[in-house]
Each structure stands twice: as structure tokens, then as C-alpha cells.
């Protein structure tokens, strides 16, 4: 099973940014992906990513002030939040998994198996 740990969240003012890293134990996962999940809120995909060939899904939330990423040995996956508003305040989660499902996108949670602990990030007014 594919170890996860995320890094990299904290507290920023609104506008700033941050870079959450997130370093896989294996590198053979075909999807990644980042969630959030806010007290009281169901968790949401925030991006993913289809690692074979770099395509990527972003929330309509974010799009255009998160970009996801990868290293070149593709164990490492990162999220680079730019624009940070209070409303991205959660708790973001890297998730991984082997399988391909045609009838799944990449911000759907089922689709992982292989979840991290999480790293919490707080934006303020």
C-alpha cells in the first residue's frame, strides 16, 4: 500500500500563497490527487492529476490560482495555491491509486484508495 505524507500547509493572509508537497512511498500510481475537507463540509477534489501523461482537473473553485504538479520521478506531487481566499481554509488531503476507472473523474474520492494524514491550511481576512 502506497504511503502518503503531506507537508507544507499553514496559516497566510488572504492573497498570499503556498506550496503543499505531498511524498508518495511508490511511483508506480497512475492518478493523484489533492482534497480539502472544511469542519462541517463533505471533503471535495480540489486537482487531480493522470500522471502517465501530465493531464489534470481542477474544481471550478480554484481554477486558475492552483496549479498541480509533479517531480520528475513522479513520487512527489505538489499543490501550489496562489490568490489564497478564506474559503480555502481546510484541511487538504493527497490521495493515490493504481486503477483506471473510465466512468471516473479525477476529483472523485472513490476513485483513491491510498490516502495521507492531511496538512491544514488557514487563510485569514
Known amino acids: 500500500q502506497v504511503q502518503l505524507v503531506e507537508s507544507g500547509g499553514g496559516s497566510v493572509q488572504a492573497g498570499g500563497s503556498l506550496r503543499l508537497s505531498c511524498a508518495a512511498s511508490?511511483?508506480?500510481?497512475?492518478?493523484m490527487a489533492w482534497f480539502r475537507q472544511a469542519p462541517g463540509k463533505e471533503r471535495e477534489g480540489v486537482a487531480g492529476?493522470?500522471?502517465?501523461?501530465?493531464?489534470?482537473e481542477y474544481a471550478d473553485s480554484v481554477k486558475g490560482r492552483f496549479t498541480i504538479s509533479q517531480d520528475n520521478n513522479k513520487n512527489t506531487l505538489f499543490l501550489q495555491m496562489d490568490s489564497l481566499k478564506p474559503e480555502d481554509t481546510a484541511m487538504y488531503y493527497c490521495?493515490?491509486?493504481?486503477?483506471?476507472?473510465?466512468?471516473?473523474?479525477?476529483?472523485?474520492?472513490?476513485?483513491?484508495?491510498?490516502w495521507g494524514q492531511g496538512t491544514q491550511v488557514t487563510v485569514s481576512a
Open positions: 490521495a493515490a491509486d493504481w486503477r483506471h476507472f473510465a466512468h471516473l473523474g479525477l476529483l472523485q474520492a472513490v476513485r483513491y484508495n491510498n
Open positions: 492529476i493522470y500522471t502517465r501523461d501530465g493531464s489534470t
Open positions: 511508490a511511483s508506480t500510481y497512475n492518478f
